[in-house]
């Protein structure tokens, strides 16, 4: 019989039992999954970021014109060509374009654009332009759903935050997980350790033998956060890059899990967007690169690839509250060792608008065509609702 301290300790494993044995040790059950499969990592830039004074179309005159106080001043953008280039607080971002880790294709988006967040996040989430087939699961969840294989426990998908998970990773198969950080695990290491079960009591002995995988997993992750306390001096002390060191952490571990995804908020800017845009812009590079210096000092850098997208872009022409309003196509980052670098999409026209709107230049579902079947080796035509012409993304 359980006493009262060995029932709490007990509970508080079995509550960490679906995620903690799954994807930080190889349990009884085991895992079918293979270390050496490639991992997709998804950075939502949630709100529809400012795609113009993201991807900086700085030689166009008519740039100037249409963004007086948020124009970004010629000699401080960082080039990437004669005619585009980033703001000063993606400085980080350069440094990977120039170290060809940094693949930027402008102008992308779908047909008959919608400014609605939820309505775009959901198109963008599912890859399915009408609402009907919104019925929340995503592209990755469906095609994760093709490569689920019986007996794998480890989570084919790991959300890192606090909210609901992304309906881009859910699938009918697909075992997803949400994980916001990690004190709940260094919790559970510190807990006591489950003591034998009888040997004729079935159910105790399930028990017992899941809260002891939790229990040596907990452990196993207290001990490489310990090891790999030199963390702190790569990552900046940001939101997202918190959730990336978390992500990089459990991939070092290496539990089978195949897709991340973080989502980094705050890119709704109506009023005042000069100062919030470069901060988070800031954020996101840092931590980009922090990310990939991380896997790259594990020898891990050949399976990472990282996307960062958000649902729309901004109008082209400034607000009067010095902001800019919802808007339609927008940028979208590849990172990596293994992506085709470089600017690999024409930018759009700022002649020619659609009703004060950039026009898309790309369909973002041939983005999601070369990661499934470039990158992740699955067969893009299931989760996409048809055939897309992929964009090589992968070198």
Same mark, same amino acid.
């Given at each position: 019989?359980?006493?009262?301290?060995?029932?709490?300790?007990?509970?508080?494993?079995?509550s960490?039992?679906?995620l903690?044995?799954?994807?930080?040790?190889?349990t009884?059950?085991?895992?079918?999954?293979?270390?050496?499969?490639?991992?997709?990592?998804?950075?939502?830039?949630?709100?529809?970021?400012?795609?113009?004074?993201?991807?900086?179309?700085?030689?166009?005159?008519?740039?100037?014109?249409?963004r007086?106080?948020?124009?970004?001043?010629?000699?401080?953008?960082i080039r @990437?060509?004669?005619? &585009?280039?980033? %703001?000063?607080?993606? *400085?980080a971002?350069?440094? +990977?374009?120039?170290?060809? /880790?940094?693949?930027i294709?402008?102008?992308?988006?779908y047909?008959?654009?919608?400014?609605?967040?939820?309505?775009?996040?959901?198109?963008?989430?599912s890859?399915?332009?009408?609402?009907?087939?919104?019925?929340?699961?995503?592209?990755?969840?469906?095609?994760?759903?093709?490569?689920?294989?019986?007996?794998?426990?480890?989570?084919?998908?790991?959300?890192?935050?606090?909210?609901?998970l992304?309906?881009?990773?859910i699938?009918?198969?697909?075992?997803?997980?949400?994980?916001?950080?990690?004190?709940?695990?260094? @919790?559970a290491?510190? &807990?006591?350790? %489950?003591?034998?079960? *009888?040997?004729?009591d079935? +159910?105790?002995?399930?028990? /017992?033998?899941?809260?002891?995988s939790?229990?040596?997993?907990?452990?196993?992750?207290?001990?490489?956060?310990?090891?790999?306390?030199?963390?702190?001096?790569?990552?900046?002390?940001?939101?997202?890059?918190?959730?990336?060191?978390?992500?990089?952490?459990?991939?070092?571990?290496?539990?089978?899990?195949?897709?991340?995804?973080?989502?980094q908020?705050?890119?709704d800017?109506?009023?005042?967007?000069?100062?919030a845009?470069?901060?988070?812009?800031t954020?996101?590079?840092?931590?980009?690169?922090?990310?990939?210096?991380?896997?790259?000092?594990?020898?891990?850098?050949d399976?990472i690839?990282?996307?960062?997208f958000?649902?729309?872009?901004?109008?082209?022409?400034?607000?009067?509250?010095?902001?800019?309003?919802?808007?339609?196509?927008?940028?979208?980052?590849?990172?990596?060792?293994?992506?085709?670098?470089?600017?690999?999409?024409?930018?759009p026209?700022?002649?020619?608008?659609?009703?004060?709107?950039?026009?898309?230049?790309?369909?973002?579902?041939?983005?999601?065509?070369?990661?499934?079947?470039?990158?992740?080796?699955?067969d893009?035509t299931?989760?996409?609702?048809?055939?897309?012409?992929p964009?090589?993304?992968v070198?």
């Amino acid at each position: 019989m359980l006493n009262r301290r060995s029932f709490l300790n007990q509970s508080s494993l079995l509550s960490l039992s679906p995620l903690i044995p799954a994807f930080l040790s190889q349990t009884a059950q085991g895992s079918a999954a293979s270390k050496d499969d490639r991992i997709l990592v998804v950075i939502q830039l949630d709100g529809g970021n400012d795609g113009l004074n993201t991807v900086v179309p700085f030689a166009d005159e008519n740039y100037g014109k249409y963004r007086d106080k948020l124009r970004i001043d010629k000699k401080d953008i960082i080039r @990437l060509n004669d005619s &585009l280039g980033l %703001p000063p607080a993606m *400085k980080a971002a350069g440094e +990977l374009f120039d170290d060809n /880790q940094l693949a930027i294709i402008p102008g992308v988006g779908y047909p008959n654009p919608n400014r609605s967040h939820f309505r775009s996040m959901a198109i963008w989430h599912s890859a399915r332009l009408q609402s009907a087939d919104h019925t929340g699961q995503g592209w990755l969840g469906r095609a994760l759903d093709q490569t689920k294989q019986p007996g794998n426990t480890a989570p084919d998908a790991v959300f890192a935050g606090e909210s609901a998970l992304p309906a881009a990773i859910i699938g009918r198969r697909t075992n997803a997980i949400a994980l916001n950080n990690e004190r709940e695990l260094i @919790l559970a290491s510190k &807990l006591a350790a %489950p003591g034998k079960p *009888k040997p004729d009591d079935d +159910l105790q002995n399930f028990v /017992q033998s899941t809260v002891s995988s939790s229990y040596v997993a907990a452990k196993q992750f207290a001990a490489s956060v310990k090891t790999q306390s030199n963390d702190n001096t790569r990552f900046p002390n940001y939101r997202l890059a918190r959730k990336l060191r978390l992500i990089a952490r459990i991939i070092r571990l290496g539990g089978g899990t195949r897709i991340f995804y973080v989502s980094q908020p705050g890119y709704d800017t109506h009023s005042a967007q000069k100062y919030a845009h470069e901060r988070m812009l800031t954020e996101f590079s840092r931590s980009l690169k922090a990310f990939l210096v991380d896997i790259r000092q594990a020898g891990l850098s050949d399976r990472i690839m990282v996307m960062a997208f958000s649902e729309f872009g901004r109008r082209v022409q400034e607000n009067a509250s010095a902001g800019t309003d919802h808007g339609t196509s927008g940028p979208v980052f590849i990172a990596g060792e293994s992506v085709k670098s470089g600017i690999l999409n024409d930018c759009p026209s700022l002649v020619d608008l659609a009703d004060g709107d950039l026009k898309s230049t790309i369909d973002f579902r041939r983005i999601y065509s070369s990661l499934l079947s470039d990158w992740l080796n699955i067969d893009a035509t299931l989760p996409l609702g048809g055939k897309f012409k992929p964009l090589k993304v992968v070198t």
